[in-house]
């Protein structure tokens, strides 16, 4: 391995952040089944935030190379997060189908969310006495619908699938540290 001269600071690793929005954690999972490549990544890059951390303490985002954000946008949190992110990481990237179009969670649009959350948790059978809406001033701010990344914020690249498989993330993600456009082929994508 090269040795810097003195004085002179050995080159900075390319910094990355991860989150989950209106996610279920899923693409987080397809990025560990890259399996021992995880062992080559962490070796050449810095980790900022993310769940792949397990820090239980919540630090603020510092600056980042790239950020890689699953889940799409269901609360007033989910956008501070996102702008947040796009502030911070020079290459923003919405990975599987929550970040692209909404995904799963986008499927509660086709419903009225007071009716929603009446049914939830006033009218349904099986309810607690006294079971009212949560009103907690803590508590994000529902959207009235969930929105994919792009209607926010720019996004530089998508991959989609729910989730998309750990080979198609590995090829974005080493395309991206190794400064190329990342350019996957069919069979490595996936929309289902
Ligand atoms: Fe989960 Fe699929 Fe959404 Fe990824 S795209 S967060 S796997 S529901």
Redesign the pocket.
């Known amino acids: 391995a090269s040795v810097a001269p003195p004085g002179v600071p050995p080159p900075r690793k390319p910094r990355i952040a991860t989150v ?1 929005l209106a ?5 987080h ?2 990025l560990l089944d890259t399996d021992e490549r995880l062992l080559t990544l962490v070796d050449v890059v810095e980790l900022d935030r993310s769940p792949l951390t397990d820090l239980k303490h919540v630090s603020s985002l510092g600056d980042c190379d790239i950020g890689l954000i ?2 799409g946008l269901c609360n007033n949190e989910n956008v501070e997060v996102l702008r947040e992110f796009r502030a911070r990481c020079k290459v923003l990237v919405a ?5 692209v179009n909404g ?3 986008a499927q509660r649009n086709a419903l009225d969310v007071q009716d929603l959350l009446q049914s939830v948790y006033l009218t349904d059978p099986g309810l607690s006495p006294g079971a009212r809406i949560p009103d907690d001033p803590e508590l994000p701010l529902l959207l009235a619908n969930v929105h994919p990344l792009h209607e926010v914020v720019r996004i530089d690249h998508v991959l989609p ?3 998309p498989t750990a080979d198609a993330i590995w090829q974005l993600l080493t395309a991206l540290l190794d400064g190329r456009t990342p350019q996957l082929t069919r069979a490595e994508l996936r929309y289902d």
């Open positions: 989950s996610g279920c954690f899923g693409c999972m397809s699953e889940g990975v599987g189908a929550c970040a995904g799963l969670p699938g729910c989730p």
